[in-house]
């Protein structure tokens, strides 16, 4: 069965601390691997899409990358408002599409 | 463009009543999913669509969870019966076709009492 786990599930940083965020996986030929940022109240927002081991992504203070088993996202010198719940979600061959999400970190930056 | 939206944004029911949540997906994008999100928890998916076919609904918990898309854009996930269990973020995606990236409106907060 397709599964995503995060670690860890909250993240305490004070601002300029960097640190990374785990998604381990298990899917059935994997087709893409997505992260998401979510604040309270909101739907999630997205940030990054990998589809290959190897491959890296960079936006901001956020840099993903991708192996065969998981991903991390790298947050470097974060801000207080970098802080919200960040979800990662799997896209597989066996299915129609759907995406199978993790269960969020939630990193608070502290000023 | 406008992103997806969703409405209503809340919506408190009375066990037992029935609900319809609506959802706008980007204009031109032929996939749409729901996926639930419990609080605290990643989402969770489903039913998805694409154009007005219903692929997948596999993710539907119950039979008083169904869920329509009559003429390809608009899509409406109707819940009967409502139970006290079916309180969630209920969250509408929709995407340019199958696989391609996902994106989220802001979602439905449902509460039964």
């Known amino acids: 069965e397709d599964q995503v786990t995060q670690s860890p599930e909250a993240l305490r940083l004070q601002e300029g601390e960097s640190s990374s965020l785990n998604c381990s996986y298990t899917v059935s030929g994997l087709r893409g691997l997505f992260w998401y940022r979510q604040d309270p109240g909101k739907g999630p927002e997205f940030l990054f899409t990998l589809y290959s081991a190897g491959e890296e992504k960079e936006k901001e203070r956020l840099k993903a990358t991708l192996t065969k088993k998981e991903s991390f996202l790298h947050i470097t010198a974060p801000k207080p408002e970098d802080s919200a719940t960040y979800l990662c979600?799997?896209?597989?061959?066996?299915?129609?599409?759907?995406?199978?999400f993790g269960q969020g970190t939630t990193l608070q930056v502290k000023p | 463009g406008a992103g997806v939206s969703q409405s209503p944004r809340y919506k408190v029911a009375k066990r037992g009543q029935d609900v319809a949540l609506r959802c706008d997906p980007i204009s031109g994008h032929v996939s749409l999913f729901w996926y639930q999100q419990a609080l605290g928890q990643g989402p969770e998916f489903l039913t998805y669509?694409?154009?007005?076919?219903?692929?997948?609904k596999s993710g539907l918990p119950s039979d008083r969870f169904f869920a329509e898309r009559p003429e390809g854009s608009v899509s409406t996930l109707k819940i009967q019966r409502t139970q006290q269990e079916d309180s969630a973020v209920y969250l509408c995606a929709s995407s340019l076709s199958g696989g391609e990236t996902q994106y989220f409106g802001p979602g439905t907060r449902l509460l039964v009492l």
């Open positions: 979600a799997a896209f597989g061959s066996s299915n129609t599409g759907k995406l199978i």
């Open positions: 669509f694409q154009n007005e076919a219903q692929l997948d």
